[in-house]
């Protein structure tokens, strides 16, 4: 059940496709969301029972990466696609996306024995989303986007949210709150946020990076 669970993140990724191909970006999100829900909590739930003991022969982990993949990365490429977020020639840009992040979730070294990610993590769609709503130009969200393929192989440490023990408590309750804003703003104006409120929620993407950087310079590490 608790592997059944986790494989409800395929069916909202298909759904976030169909709702991307349909130009429908407010449902397209809402299903991504769910989809991190659960990935949020089934970790837990597979702890909580001991999944492993009792399933030996199936891996979760890898029905855990399939997933990611096609929500964290996948899906905000073509969403990214699909609404212009870069146009032209900065389009390709989208390309080496798909190919840092796969090289990603199949290196060995992706995350260390004392839970950090290795590289910038896919979090792809926080980022098509924020990008969406800033409508920068193609070439500043064009260099964003190579800059952060760049950090995905550059072997500096971030923190995992729910596996790094240093700051965790801290880190949890910063990301409830972020969810909270960017709840509200999804949920009142989507397509037209309050700039205030938009600008002020990126305090969280702030405090990963240089959290993660702080740890990355203080802290001993673990190979994975």
Known sequence: MVHLYT????????????????????????????AMLIDGTDGNFARRWQVKQWVPQFDGRKLDDIIDFLNYTFLPVFFAYQFEIVQGSWTAVLFPVLLVSAYGFC?????????????????????????????????????????????????????????????????IALLLVWAAALLWIILSDFSHPDPRLLYASLFFPAYYFLASLYLHFTTRRVAG
Do not use: E
């Open 107 to 171: 290196s060995d070294s992706a995350k260390t024995a004392d839970g950090f990610f290795t590289g910038f993590p896919s979090y792809w769609n926080g980022v098509v989303l924020y990008l969406y709503w800033l409508k920068w130009p193609a070439w500043l969200a064009g260099t964003l986007i190579l800059l952060l393929v760049i950090l995905t192989l550059v072997p500096t440490r971030y923190i995992s949210l729910n596996q790094t023990v240093p700051f965790k408590k801290l880190t």
């Open 7 to 34: 494989a409800l993140g395929l069916i909202c990724a298909l759904l976030a496709a169909n709702a991307i191909a349909a130009r429908v970006p407010f449902q397209a999100v809402l299903w991504a969301a769910l």
